[in-house]
């Protein structure tokens, strides 16, 4: 299976599992660097892994980022509908507080 290397030598099997790569991501950038990497520490080693697949692993990798994405916005969407009808519970009903 290839493999693709961070820059601390770290390597991620290129198996299509996004979040195993950004459960890496956080190892490797946001803990080695006790939670103070940069913007520019995160962004390098995300182009370092991009430039390190082939065509056909970037085409995986980026349909499941899009796809997790999409989750993640709706159910951000979904939370903030549901904080407004409870806020608007509240206003209606204001003994529920």
Same mark, same amino acid.
């Given at each position: 299976? !290839? !493999?693709? !290397?961070?820059?601390?030598?770290?390597? @991620?099997?290129?198996?299509?599992?996004?979040?195993?790569?950004?459960? =890496?991501?956080?190892?490797?950038?946001?803990?080695? /660097?006790?939670?103070?990497?940069? %913007?520019?520490?995160?962004?390098?080693? @995300?182009?370092? #892994?991009?430039?390190?697949?082939?065509?056909?692993?970037?085409?995986?990798? #980026?349909?499941? =980022?899009?796809?997790?994405?999409?989750?993640? %916005?709706?159910?951000?969407?979904?939370?903030?509908?549901?904080? /407004?009808?409870?806020?608007?519970?509240?206003?209606?009903?204001?003994?529920?507080?």
């Amino acid at each position: 299976m !290839k !493999k693709v !290397k961070m820059l601390t030598g770290h390597e @991620i099997p290129l198996d299509g599992d996004l979040l195993y790569m950004l459960e =890496s991501l956080y190892r490797e950038v946001a803990l080695k /660097r006790e939670l103070k990497a940069t %913007y520019d520490d995160m962004m390098n080693e @995300i182009v370092n #892994l991009v430039e390190g697949m082939d065509e056909g692993a970037r085409k995986q990798y #980026l349909t499941e =980022s899009l796809f997790l994405n999409t989750v993640t %916005y709706e159910n951000e969407r979904l939370s903030a509908y549901m904080r /407004r009808l409870t806020g608007n519970a509240h206003e209606d009903n204001p003994s529920d507080s």
